[in-house]
């Protein structure tokens, strides 16, 4: 288990630019450990750049990003990062525990692996269900538990909870608080949803490509004098123009 005063991932001058425009703009963040850090801001904004640059599928102008003292994109780090996508990334034809035994056989995972998340996204009712036939918060959750195959160090949830019911989005944040607090897990959340922030450890508050808070809830609300996060962003942003 990592403890909380390491750094699970760090970007130093991270810039990426696609079609002659800088997504990213010389990036240096820290994600700790063992806690639970959430990526807010609006959609565009660059979330999903950073969170696939971390992942190792994007493609950088400059800088360097370490995960879990590797450079992003090693081999050995397939399978220590879960990465869920904002579209569910699993076969719509097949069942939700084929998919799991399909994705625990590339992974290279015990077969043990399938009942164990299956069980943890609370789909063992639903796991001899067609994915397709499942509702949109369903398929998330299938999403979720082929990330959780194999126990990653690093879950990279990109908006994990858009568009599920208030009972859903609570039941997985709850998931996500025991895997951070309770098992170690490093999970990197983004959202454009600024209430959201409350069940975080750390925010970065993000907006064109640039962090423009890296902090606690606590000591971003202190430094703005604002009394939630929604109007902490907009003074910070004002305080920037």
Known sequence: MSTTSEMAVTTR???????GNTVLHDLDISVPAGQITGLLGPSG???STLMRSIVGVQVVRSGSVEVLGRPAGSAPLRSEVGYVTQQPSVYGDL??????????????????????CVQQVDLAAEQDRVVE??????????????????SPGLLVLDEPTVGLDPVLRRDLWALFDTLAHRDGVTLLVSSHVMDEAVHCDRLLLMRDGRIIADDTLEGILQRTGASDVED??????????
Not at 13 to 19: D, E, K, P, Q, T
Not at 95 to 116: I, K, P, S, Y
Not at 141 to 146: D, E, G, I, P, T
Request: proline share 0%; aromatic share 4%.
């Open 13 to 19: 001058a991270l810039r990426v630019v696609r079609g």
């Open 45 to 47: 904004c660059g979330k």
């Open 95 to 116: 069942t939700v525990a084929e998919n799991l035994r399909f994705f625990a056989r590339v992974l290279g995972v015990d077969a043990g692996e399938v009942e164990r």
């Open 232 to 241: 902490a962003f907009l003074r910070l942003v004002e305080g920037a123009e």
């Open 133 to 150: 036939h499942l509702s949109g918060g369903q398929r998330a959750r299938v999403s979720l538990a082929v990330a959780l195959l194999g």
